[in-house]
């Protein structure tokens, strides 16, 4: 089974600053993709970004965006210009060529004002 | 807006009574997956579901757990009987075809038994 390794339980960032959560997984698989999910206070789990596996170029949303390096099974975030909104759990996923979704243990990221 | 609606939001109940969470996915969605939330073990696989069959549902307690999807609007997750144990966030998500676009999770029922 694929793992997902998330090693920051928490991570914290000064408002405006940028901040990078770490994600690394295993698997032997070519067809994958990841993705990084955002859960504020209110529980709901919010899809941030998307990373197929055979593309190279970096995915990028507005603040967000990731480095994936697939040699290394690596899948970081970066948020630029953190706000306050940003403030919520951050969990990593991959989806296996047999479309199982594996989930990282998250990230909880606090924002200083 | 497309979203997936979980209902009910929150349920209290006592141990050893049933309990059934219902899951409406997104309209055109034909994959639904059920997960569990705690802060011990964090998200957990219970079920998932492909066009309305039954994937995996090896992460389910199978004496007491059980799900369906009676149609393709509806998704249903059943305790019978519920235990302090069960206490947690229940998630249904839904996506489509191979799930390029990701899942897209519904807001949750926070169950608690007493």
């Known amino acids: 089974a694929q793992t997902v390794t998330q090693s920051q339980p928490e991570m914290s960032v000064q408002e405006a600053e940028t901040v990078t959560l770490s994600c690394t997984y295993d698997t032997s698989e070519s067809d994958y993709y990841l993705f990084w999910y955002k859960q504020p206070p209110s529980r709901q789990m919010i899809l941030v970004i998307r990373?197929?596996?055979?593309?190279?170029q970096n995915a990028t949303e507005n603040r967000f965006s990731v480095n994936f390096q697939k040699a290394a099974k690596s899948f970081s975030l970066k948020i630029s210009d953190s706000q306050l909104g940003d403030a919520a759990m951050y969990f990593c996923?991959?989806?296996?060529?047999?479309?199982?979704?594996?989930f990282g243990t998250g990230t909880s990221l606090t924002v200083i004002p | 807006d497309a979203r997936v609606t979980q209902t009910p939001r929150h349920k209290v109940t006592e141990m050893g009574q049933e309990v059934t969470m219902r899951c409406q996915p997104i309209l055109g969605h034909n994959t639904v997956f059920w997960y569990r939330q705690t802060m011990m073990q964090g998200l957990e696989l219970l079920a998932y579901f492909r066009n309305r069959a039954p994937l995996d549902d090896s992460g389910m307690p199978k004496d007491r757990f059980s799900a369906e999807m009676p149609d393709a609007t509806l998704a249903t997750l059943k305790i019978q009987p519920s235990e302090p144990r069960d206490s947690a966030v229940y998630f249904c998500?839904?996506?489509?075809?191979?799930?390029?676009?990701?899942?897209?999770f519904g807001p949750g029922t926070r169950l608690t038994v007493l």
């Open positions: 990373q197929e596996a055979y593309k190279q």
């Open positions: 996923a991959y989806r296996s060529t047999g479309n199982q979704f594996y």
């Open positions: 998500a839904s996506g489509l075809g191979r799930l390029a676009g990701g899942l897209i």
